[in-house]
């Protein structure tokens, strides 16, 4: 898992398999975000879950939130090859600053 | 749509050189973000602008940094005598402002002082 403080953590497995990654927060926090970074690339916004939702799909993408505990996780089903990247949580407000952790390298080799 | 537009993407300086690093945000956008990102400290928030106005730079090394946005569709991120530790890529992020949470990254200009 990651969070502000852990070291970055690195997942290696084959394409077609799923994963989860998991995430630590601080702060009370209405949203998470993960975001998703390839090489040579700026993040991008993957998801977000507001505090309502306990659960968020899309497409191949499922977010947890589970406030009680700070944590959230992002799984990918049916990892693809292209899914190899860092990924980022964030539990900033609206309009601030993203304060990510060191991330979760994951590698999708064929 | 083109995206964050940052440039150069790459630029090399030698030690005590000045480096400016230029960044359009997406049009519309209010909120410009400046982060810096290394592999030892990962993501590290520089400053933020709203509306072209300084809003928070609680992250900008004083001596030497500086940023600036002269209107709405460019900030500009100088260091001036540059330094080794220096050397990272400079992200640049846009986003709406009013309750809206996702930032918008351009590429990054990699800084290398040598």
């Known amino acids: 898992s990651q969070w502000g403080e852990e070291n970055l953590q690195a997942l290696s497995i084959q394409e077609g398999e799923d994963v989860t990654m998991n995430c630590s927060y601080k702060?009370?926090?209405?949203?998470v975000q993960w975001y998703r970074q390839k090489s040579g690339k700026g993040p991008a916004q993957l998801i977000l879950i507001r505090s309502n939702e306990r659960e968020k799909r899309s497409g191949r993408l499922r977010a947890t939130l589970d406030t009680s505990s700070q944590s959230s996780s992002l799984s990918i089903t049916g990892t693809l090859a292209t899914d190899t990247a860092v990924y980022f949580c964030?539990?900033?407000?609206?309009?601030?600053?993203?304060?990510f952790g060191q991330g979760t390298i994951l590698k999708v080799y064929l | 749509n083109a995206g964050v537009i940052q440039t150069p993407r790459h630029k090399v300086t030698g030690k005590g050189q000045e480096a400016t690093l230029w960044c359009e945000p997406i049009?519309?956008?209010?909120?410009v973000f400046w982060y810096r990102q290394t592999i030892v400290q990962g993501l590290e928030f520089l400053t933020y602008?709203?509306?072209?106005?300084?809003?928070?730079d609680s992250g900008m090394p004083k001596e030497r940094f500086s940023a600036q946005m002269p209107n709405q569709s460019h900030s500009t991120l100088k260091i001036q005598s540059t330094q080794p530790q220096d050397s990272a890529v400079y992200l640049c992020?846009?986003?709406?402002?009013?309750?809206?949470?996702?930032?918008?990254f351009g590429p990054g200009t990699r800084l290398t002082v040598l």
């Open positions: 992020a846009s986003s709406l402002v009013r309750d809206n949470y996702e930032q918008y």
């Open positions: 602008f709203r509306n072209q106005a300084p809003i928070d």
């Open positions: 702060t009370y926090t209405t949203v």
């Open positions: 049009s519309g956008h209010s909120a």
């Open positions: 964030d539990a900033t407000s609206s309009g601030q600053k993203l304060v």
